[in-house]
């Protein structure tokens, strides 16, 4: 038993102490953080913009028919540049689109991290946008008839009345999608940058153990999808103090 | 055109979802402190035909004009013209993440600009119409049907509508929630708000309509003031349905 702690707290030093090695996973850890929230930022934002365009369209089709003219061809349009995002980024795997966007779209740049944050953001994008649009029209159509018989136009109903119930109602299937997009960060390493899987890997490379870095780095993940989590918990209760 | 008196004036209204003709061309005028009173067997069309007057339908022929103005018309701004027309719906359609006061004020504030002040000011004097003033920080969710349907007329009434649209207020009610709801729409007859109601409640068509509609496979069909309309049915459909509903 003595013998197996002395080479455990061996390995320890070997993986994490020596050389500090340790400072990898610092770096590594900062930067998984860091492509995460950039990039689950623009994710939203291009999520309620995709969502929004898609509802709009969808929910006055028939007012657009009838106005006609070159509004109603300019939304239909919008509308389809919509939909083959949706289906390209849904339909290709991502470590494929962070390739793209690093050797071909942005090939003239070395800032890796911020072609990844575009390439993850613009991932997360197409499935943020699904979650919005599901949880917009999983809103009775009452609400809206509601806002619209009050007065208030398209938009001033979504902001003020549709929108509201709708975060409360995705927060969960929001969750899932950071989360998916936290791990799937860790294939930042193809284009070279030093990610917390990055970080455990090259530990790994230089002490020739596995064990050590790979859990620790797994722990790590773990520990972050916890913290996530009770976060989301908590601002999920608050936002329920409606239902009764 | 029109008198000054004529409130909502609908001329030749046709409405069809696809193939279906639901509305084949209505004529009606509402006056101002009319009680309209629509009713007819499921399927006739009335619901749409009163979800026409402020276009929450989409007319597919004829014209609505609203104090003189066709809100039919693409480039009116039916928005402005929805602010005086007040709508009370079935299933209330409250919004369930607001208190109550706040289901009342934001569109006064939104919209007529009111200061948050003025605006809870005349919530709290309509809630206390209604006796719900102790409700005011509740959320829909916590109230009953009868309450909540009683919530959605006032309002509706915070708007300082020209006329109130209802469609079967009391429809999905329990059958003890329903006098409350009456009661109310009573009272507001009675000072003299014009109101377009589509219900299946004859007793108050009977007792506060000033004119009562029926409205058959998407035409009117019969048209008279509530006695005549009772007593004296003239259409032999008219006369099929009242012997069932009455």
Request: proline share 3%; hydrophobic share 45%.
């Amino acid at each position: 038993m003595k013998e197996w702690f002395l080479e455990q707290k061996e390995q320890f030093i070997l993986n994490f102490i020596e050389d500090d090695r340790w400072e990898f996973l610092v770096q590594g850890f900062f930067n998984t953080i860091l492509l995460t929230i950039l990039s689950a930022v623009i994710g939203v934002v291009l999520g309620i913009l995709v969502a929004a365009v898609r509802t709009t369209y969808d929910n006055n089709y028939e007012t657009f028919k009838k106005n006609g003219g070159f509004g109603f061809y300019l939304m239909a349009v919008i509308n389809w540049i919509c939909k083959l995002y949706l289906t390209v980024i849904r339909g290709t795997p991502v470590v494929v689109q962070l390739l793209i966007m690093y050797f071909i779209v942005f090939a003239t740049s070395d800032n890796g991290i911020m072609v990844a944050t575009i390439a993850f953001g613009i991932n997360s994008g197409a499935y943020v946008a699904e979650i919005f649009r599901g949880g917009i029209m999983s809103i009775d159509k009452g609400q809206l008839e509601a806002g619209r018989s009050i007065g208030f136009n398209y938009v001033q109903t979504m902001i003020f009345i549709i929108l509201p119930q709708t975060i409360k109602n995705t927060l969960p299937t929001l969750l899932n999608e950071f989360i998916a997009l936290l791990k799937e960060t860790s294939v930042a390493g193809y284009v070279g940058i030093m990610d917390l899987t990055k970080a455990g890997n090259n530990i790994r490379n230089q002490t020739y153990s596995a064990f050590m870095p790979l859990i620790a780095i797994a722990l790590v993940y773990l520990v972050l999808v916890v913290v996530l989590t009770w976060l989301v918990g908590k601002l999920e209760r608050r936002l329920r103090k409606s239902d009764h | 055109m029109t008198t000054d008196n004529v409130l909502i004036r609908v001329d030749g209204l046709q409405k069809s979802f696809g193939k279906v003709d639901v509305l084949k061309g209505v004529n009606a005028e509402i006056k101002k402190g009319d009680v309209m009173v629509v009713i007819g067997p499921s399927g006739s069309g009335k619901s749409t035909f009163l979800r026409c007057l402020n276009r929450l339908e989409e007319p597919t022929g004829g014209h609505i004009f609203f104090n003189g103005v066709d809100i039919t018309d693409k480039r009116v701004n039916i928005n402005l013209h929805r602010q005086k027309m007040g709508m009370v719906f079935q299933q209330f359609n409250l919004f369930p993440h607001m208190t109550v006061l706040r289901n009342m004020t934001i569109g006064p504030m939104k919209l007529l600009g009111k200061s948050k002040q003025e605006a809870e000011e005349k919530a709290m004097q309509l809630l206390q119409r209604v006796g719900l003033a102790d409700r005011a920080d509740a959320y829909p969710s916590q109230l009953s049907g009868g309450q909540k349907q009683r919530i959605a007329i006032v309002r509706a009434l915070c708007m300082d509508p020209e006329v109130l649209l209802f469609d079967e207020p009391t429809s999905a009610l329990d059958p003890e929630m329903v006098g409350e709801v009456l009661e109310v729409m009573k009272e507001l007859a009675k000072e003299g708000m014009t109101m377009v109601v589509v219900t299946h409640e004859m007793g108050f068509a009977k007792e506060v309509g000033t004119d009562i509609v029926f409205i058959d496979e998407g035409i009117i069909i019969e048209e008279a003031p509530p006695e005549e309309f009772f007593k004296n049915p003239k259409n032999p459909r008219l006369r099929d349905f009242l012997s069932k509903v009455l």
